[in-house]
């Protein structure tokens, strides 16, 4: 059984940073991070292979945020910088064998979600 959990939330200001932290037990796994704001539908944020390379973006966040993660046993970081009140959501990150993009529905394990609020 896989299990995500995330860390690193919280409430900051508009121009703030914030580092999330998605901790996989398990087997090695390609994570992507995925947020749902208040009356939206979840939308893809970014995305790395198992073993760290690759990294793919949202357009909505390309140049603000950066993942990573150093091994495949390693958490995966999500460095948001720049912060705006339209990245206001619930973050969850999720595992899958078969992709690190923004397809949903190829995702097997999703963590719990971690509250992510920047006020104006």
């Known amino acids: 059984q896989v299990h995500l959990v995330e860390s690193g939330g919280g409430l900051v200001q508009a121009g703030d940073s914030l580092r999330l932290s998605c901790v996989v037990s398990?087997?090695?796994?390609?994570v992507g991070w995925f947020r749902q704001g208040p009356g939206k539908e979840r939308e893809f944020v970014a995305g790395i292979t198992s073993t760290g390379s690759q990294p793919f973006y949202a357009d909505s966040v390309k140049g603000r945020f950066t993942i990573s993660r150093d091994t495949a046993e390693a958490p995966v970081f999500l460095q948001m910088d720049t912060l705006v009140p339209e990245d206001t959501a619930i973050y969850s990150c999720a595992a899958s064998r078969m992709t690190w993009k923004s397809q949903r529905q190829l995702y097997d394990y999703w963590g719990q979600g971690i509250q992510v609020t920047v006020s104006s």
């Open positions: 398990g087997r090695a796994y390609h």
